[in-house]
């Protein structure tokens, strides 16, 4: 093995934090989504290196497990921004100007959904309802949700993003 | 200093509850986060206690907190008066949503104190078959979309052998326009937990899961806490209240997926497995989770059962038209001017609900469509608002109730667009598992867009129609196979939209 510091140097980290979460959920293979979601609650994304770990703690293949990740759009592969907001892009909210919306915020970040921005600070996604409807257009940044947005909240919300 | 009551429902929390309930008690006021009540164009709508009933204001801004007259609940500009009395509210026949807004959602001292828990308490007295009678006697259908009657689904597990069975809760609530399911388990999951429980005993199952979106934090916190405390107050867990009945609750979180909705792919995601259709059959009363009979149902049906066994089945079924029984919490939303939460038995049309609930269209002009039921709902044209709201009607409209969301459009909408959009969302949210919708929601879009182009058009209006036909014939599950109902919709009333060069010309 390599004595310099390269990636690689990363993933017996991960490895540790998979086992840990699976065993806080007592290996069960049926827990999988939870402890997805926990291990990217604490690494920030699911890194491809936790994987063969995971599915040695559960008893499952790689590829089942390589297969719910990719599955369910929550599971991000690379780490995100140091926050994300999800604009939702569903019928309610385009009722009440959500294309208008994201092409606002588009422009206004510079990036495309699905992007993070140069700075590092905001990552935006689309997200389809948010189940605030009737306050429409929504968003949500990080776990808030945000209802009746327009330009002038929206700036705002990215000036508390960067500070 | 009064005793003030602030929401701590997410879409209350979306437009500044938390900063008006801080403010509130940084003046010294003792603050309670109450569920809300539904006038969801009045949130953040603050309550406070006087000696003629609980006085509401709002929508309140943090500004606005140092002038509002707590201490005799008087006069000001936002004054709402007792809030029971606002016509939003008291034209309503408020069955299951009967407490929300009115407690603290996690205490289960102020859930008893208001009814709750007779439900299962009657349950407990009650032989299993007895329990699932009076959910049939209620004509208590599904209200998660398909309508299929409650009573029945429960039988067929009850009479099921197995060494375990179980309960699930669907909480996927995808649909855009929906936010009941949310607003009960922010608002009252106690609720939630008794019919869940209730079901449990009735059917013989001791594991209950409520599958939750992750779109949904707060309600996760909110269901997670109430559970806790349901448990420790014996109502929950082993022995519940003393007696050899034992339910266990948990929760689980969904990962983004809308097909997760659909409740066999919530089973295989219930197991850690991709969200994908499982085919009929087996059904899931018989062979469900981990291949045990199970019970499945929305939120809104768990939520009508404590209702339906404290009061009867009878009392439920009183309410409603034709085999509709009961009442549809309906959520009013998009572009409207009084959104929120209105519950109305069954026979309510569409008019009363968006006119004269709703207040019409939130920017004032005229309505032109109504998405109702979701995203593989039909939309309606504002010439059918006189509909009543009934499964049996709104299917002979070539429409759908479903889960009771209605999203209002002014006259700007371009139904086109919103064709191109209902299969580009079958395209991104397909599971995969059959050709028809997988590759038939991508073709839709492009044939979508080669009309609105003007190319060849009634060729590929044709093709479009063709495509529907193989999606609703040839689809698994409802996801490709209703689709179709929004595009179709869309050309059948608004032709217009799909013609473009010549509505120009006409311009
Ligand atoms: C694509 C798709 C999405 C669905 N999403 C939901 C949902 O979010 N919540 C829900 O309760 N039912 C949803 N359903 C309906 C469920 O499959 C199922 O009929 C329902 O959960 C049964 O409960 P009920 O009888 O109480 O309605 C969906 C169905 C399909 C085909
Ligand atoms: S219709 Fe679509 S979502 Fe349903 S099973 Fe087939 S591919 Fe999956
Ligand atoms: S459609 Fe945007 S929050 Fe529901």
Redesign the interface.
Known sequence: MSQKTTLLDLSPREATAAREIALRYGN???????I??DLQEHLGFVPEAALPALAKA?NLSRA?VH??VT?????RREPAGRHVI?VCR???????GANELVGMIERYLKVKLGQTTADGAITVEA??????????P?M?VD??????VDAKKFEKIVAECRS | MSKVYVPRDSAARSVGADEVAEALAKAGHEVIRNGSRGLLFLEPLVEVETKDGRIAYGPVTVEDVASLPLATGGAHKLRLGNIEDHPYLKNQERLTFARCGITDPVSVADYVQHGGFEGLKKALGLAGSAIVAEVTESGLRGRGGAGFPTGIKWKTVHDASADQKYVCCNADEGDSGTFADRMVMEGDPLMLIEGMTIAGVAVGATKGYVYIRSEYPDAIATMKEAIANAVAAKWLGANIQGTDKSFHLEVRRGAGAYICGEETAMLESLEGKRGTVRPKPPIPALEGLFGKPTVINNVLSFAAVPFILAKGGAAYKNYGMGRSRGTLPFQLAGNIRQGGLVEKAFGVTLRELVEGFGGGTFTGKPIRAIQVGGPLGAYVPASQLDMPMDYETFAAAQAMVGHGGIVVFDESVDMAAQARFAMEFCAIESCGKCTPCRIGSTRGVEVIDKIVAGEDRDANLDLLADLCQTMTDGSLCAMGGLTPMPVLSAIKHFPEDFDKPAKMAAE
């Open positions: 069960r293979p049926d827990a999988l989504l939870e997805l979601h559960l089942e297969g719910v599955f369910y759009h929550d599971y999800k569903a019928e309610a909210c385009q009722s009440m997200a389809y309802c948010l189940g605030n409807c009737a306050l429409s929504a949500m776990e808030k949700l945000v209802g009746r």
